[in-house]
T-cell receptor
Framework: EAGVAQSPRYKIIEKRQSVAFWCNPI?????LYWYQQILGQGPKLLIQ????????DSQLPKDRFSAERLKGVDSTLKIQPAKLEDSAVYLC??????????????FGPGTRLTVL | GNSVTQMEGPVTLSEEAFLTINCTYT??????LFWYVQYPGEGLQLLLK???ADDKGSNKGFEATYRKETTSFHLEKGSVQVSDSAVYFC????????????WGLGTSLAVNP
């Protein structure tokens, strides 16, 4: 079974530029997550999708960050415009269950963003 | 609310030493508990998990037992290797919480030859 795919792996941009990240979850997984991990810290959940609907985006800085999962499969996360403090690894994860029960999240390799 | 507390790092051990990384939690209901590992420059990988009290998760020589009476899920390995050097994260996942993972801060482990 293929894992969670993310691209690009690395991205360097200047502040005020825009950037987009792509994630393809494990086939059949209903739930998709985007996390931000700043160096030396644990992951911070940005947004959670159940199929193509948003379940939780309470920690997403909506003035500059946006995410979509239009067909309930792959997803994109965009930052516009980027700030220096957005430098981090952006992790995508997916989990299989549609409703009820606690289950395992499977992570992609992440995209390392550097904002100069 | 739900929370996870891990022992602070960094932890430095010699090869073949015994490892314990403490993890305690606070949660309502009956959460599932996880250990994830992050090797240098890589994403998070599930190391092991336990879904109910007294379950023992194990993988790659690592073990952790879900102790409801002490609300703990300590990670152990009898003999660490240099290749175990990584950051280890304890996490919980509560069914009634939109399956949101609640993370500890991570414990960095360095194993010297």
């Amino acid at each position: 079974e293929a894992g969670v795919a993310q691209s690009p792996r690395y991205k360097i941009i200047e502040k005020r530029q825009s950037v987009a990240f792509w994630c393809n979850p494990i086939s059949g997984h209903a739930t998709l997550y985007w996390y931000q991990q700043i160096l030396g810290q644990g992951p911070k959940l940005l947004i959670q999708f159940q199929n193509n609907g948003v379940v939780d985006d309470s920690q997403l800085p909506k003035d500059r960050f946006s995410a979509e999962r239009l067909k309930g499969v792959d997803s994109t996360l965009k930052i516009q415009p980027a700030k220096l403090e957005d430098s981090a690894v952006y992790l995508c994860a997916s989990s299989p269950r549609r409703s009820g029960g606690a289950d395992t999240q499977y992570f992609g390799p992440g995209t390392r963003l550097t904002v100069l | 609310g739900n929370s996870v507390t891990q022992m602070e790092g960094p932890v430095t051990l010699s090869e073949e030493a015994f490892l314990t990384i403490n993890c305690t939690y606070t949660a309502t209901g009956y959460p599932s508990l996880f250990w994830y590992v992050q090797y240098p420059g890589e994403g998070l990988q599930l190391l092991l998990k336990a879904t109910k009290a007294d379950d023992k998760g194990s993988n790659k020589g690592f073990e952790a037992t879900y102790r409801k009476e002490t609300t703990s899920f300590h990670l152990e390995k009898g003999s660490v290797q240099v290749s175990d050097s990584a950051v280890y994260f304890c996490a919980l996942n509560n069914a009634g919480n939109n399956r949101k993972l609640i993370w500890g801060l991570g414990t960095s482990l360095a194993v010297n030859p």
